[in-house]
């Protein structure tokens, strides 16, 4: 059975561009949540979709948006780019939202230059 | 303000010697901690998650404790291993009307030596 797959692994960008990162959950799950993790701040919450539906949001700027599709696989975009944007960002999956059990992925390896 | 603390940020301990990791948290109203292992450019793993009514689970040589009154848990890892070289991170969950958040703590970063 495939893990969550998270791609693309690392990524290079300069500020005021955007990105998207793609998030495949695992075959059976519906709940896709994402999550930044910098050294400073540790992980924080970004959102989570269920049912291509956002249920749930952290706290972070319009920027950070997201999307879901039938497949259940989620894409996260970040528009005009800034420096402190750089962070590891993970993706994890589970059957429901807030489930008992989330499986993550490796994660986006972002730098913003 | 809904937080959680963990100590020690760091910790280096001989293989095969045991170890306790220590989460405190001030959320309200509290749903489930979860402890999370997390090695180095990989996503974190689940290792237990807790209710409100668990005490303790295990799972293999980690033992997960949860004392609801003083809003502590704490990681217990037995008999070391090099692999249990990571960082463990402590989540707890707050549920209010149907909607729920995750509070993290900052992790520590253990580091098991041969």
């Known amino acids: 059975k495939a893990g969550v797959t998270q791609t693309p692994r690392y990524l290079i960008k300069t500020r005021g561009q955007q990105v998207t990162l793609s998030c495949s959950p695992i075959s059976g799950h519906r709940s896709v949540s994402w999550y930044q993790q910098t050294p400073g701040q540790g992980l924080q919450f970004l959102f989570e979709?269920?049912?291509?539906?956002?249920?749930n949001k952290g706290n972070f700027p319009g920027r950070f948006s997201g999307r879901q599709f039938s497949n259940s696989r989620s894409e996260m975009n970040v528009s005009t780019l800034e420096l402190g944007d750089s962070a590891l960002y993970l993706c994890a999956s589970s059957f429901v939202p807030a489930g008992e059990k989330l499986f993550f992925g490796s994660g986006t390896q972002l730098s913003v230059l | 303000k809904n937080q959680v603390e963990q100590s020690p940020q760091s910790l280096i301990i001989l293989e095969g010697k045991n170890c306790t990791l220590q989460c405190n948290y001030t959320v309200s109203p509290f749903s489930n901690l979860r402890w999370y292992k997390q090695d180095t450019g990989r996503g974190p793993v689940s290792l237990t998650i807790m209710t409100f009514s668990e005490n303790t689970k295990s799972n293999g040589r980690y033992t997960a404790t949860l004392d609801a009154d003083t809003k502590q848990s704490s990681l217990h890892i037995t008999a070391s291993q090099l692999s249990d070289s990571a960082s463990y991170i402590c989540?707890?969950?707050?549920?209010?009307?149907?909607?729920?958040?995750?509070?993290f703590g900052t992790g520590t970063r253990l580091k098991v030596l041969a």
């Open positions: 979709y269920f049912s291509e539906t956002q249920r």
């Open positions: 989540v707890v969950t707050i549920t209010t009307s149907g909607t729920y958040k995750y509070i």
